[in-house]
């Protein structure tokens, strides 16, 4: 189907009100563009993050955008005849209310953000989107991703650490729990590397998990041996339960504030065996590091990229 994509540029104020304008002509999907916005939102003193790109703290422009989509053919131009006569008379200072327009199409959608996702090889492991054809080498441990998920692609430095300690510490027969699994990247792989048994968990009740089901069947694994389950482990004592124990592997990547409460409550889960944390920046790093020595965990191995850290530590005896 071909549409119109249209945007309003107007000010921070003025969202609201072009967005109102929008709603009464009959168009309810909008998309909001506004850096001003988003470095309040970053800058909220009440808030605490692990990490922000600084170019997200700096606005970029004064103006603001309000974008939509109408189909292209009568009803559409209608719509945006209709729109533009309401901005013309709109009171107030809103901005210029200008009205930008360019074509676009469902297969455009749909194809050209595929554009960025291309096959990832870490060691033996090779990342590779559903779409695309790879010739496997014989060393190869080939992993589909459907990138659509969203919740996770592989690209992240913090998922590729992850991966690279996966490759070291996965035995044959291995019985891994996956906490915070997203798209079930880790589970996925450490079954293509012979885990007998991987248990994935996430608070996410249906997009995650639905993810981490999607690409699991797209990968020549035994179903069988996967056991995918929402629930916080950290403070859901029936979700701790439903994950049980006699684990050789626990990963999590996730972030220092949940890597903290988690590290204690991991030797539970895989009694005197690993624990593989990763997504914690540079500045938490000394922080989970004293948590894992609280823990009774002996620090092994330690790889940082690009500002991002991940731990494996051994439970002491």
Not at 80 to 94: C, F, I, K, S
Request: glycine letters at 8%; a negative charge.
């Amino acid at each position: 189907m071909e549409w119109i994509k249209t945007s309003i540029e107007t000010t921070s104020a003025g969202v609201d009100a072009v967005t109102g304008i929008l709603m009464n002509c009959g168009i309810s999907g909008v998309e909001i563009i506004d850096s001003q916005e988003r470095a309040r939102f970053f800058a909220d003193s009440t808030r605490t993050w692990d990490f922000a790109d600084e170019a997200l703290l700096t606005p970029d422009s004064e103006s603001a955008f309000v974008v939509f989509y109408v189909t292209k053919d009568k009803a559409g131009s209608e719509q945006l005849q209709q729109v533009a006569e309401v901005l013309q008379a709109t009171p107030g200072d809103y901005g210029t209310l200008t009205m930008r327009q360019e074509s676009a199409n469902d297969e455009t959608w749909l194809n050209e953000w595929k554009k960025h996702f291309t096959p990832i090889r870490l060691g033996r492991i090779v990342i590779v989107p559903e779409w695309v054809e790879y010739k496997k080498e014989p060393e190869d441990i080939v992993f589909i991703i459907d990138p659509g998920t969203a919740f996770g692609t592989g690209q992240h430095q913090t998922t590729q650490l992850c991966i690279n300690a996966l490759q070291k510490h996965v035995q044959p027969n291995s019985r891994v729990l996956d906490i915070g699994c997203g798209s079930g990247i880790l589970s996925i792989i450490s079954l293509l590397m012979d885990a007998s048994y991987v248990c994935a968990i996430d608070i996410d009740p249906a997009g995650a998990i639905a993810a981490t089901k999607r690409n699991a069947e797209l990968n020549p694994i035994d179903l069988s041996h996967l056991k995918v389950l929402s629930g916080d482990v950290i403070t859901d004592f029936a979700a701790r339960s439903n994950v049980g124990t006699g684990y050789d592997l626990v990963v999590a990547n996730i972030v220092a504030d949940v890597i903290i409460p988690l590290t204690p409550l991991v030797n539970g889960f895989a009694p005197g065996k690993k624990f593989i944390a990763s997504g914690i920046i540079t500045d938490r790093l000394a922080e989970v590091q004293q948590v894992f020595f609280n823990a009774g965990y002996n620090i092994v191995e330690e790889e940082e990229m690009d500002g991002w850290h991940c731990i494996v530590g051994v439970a002491n005896a």
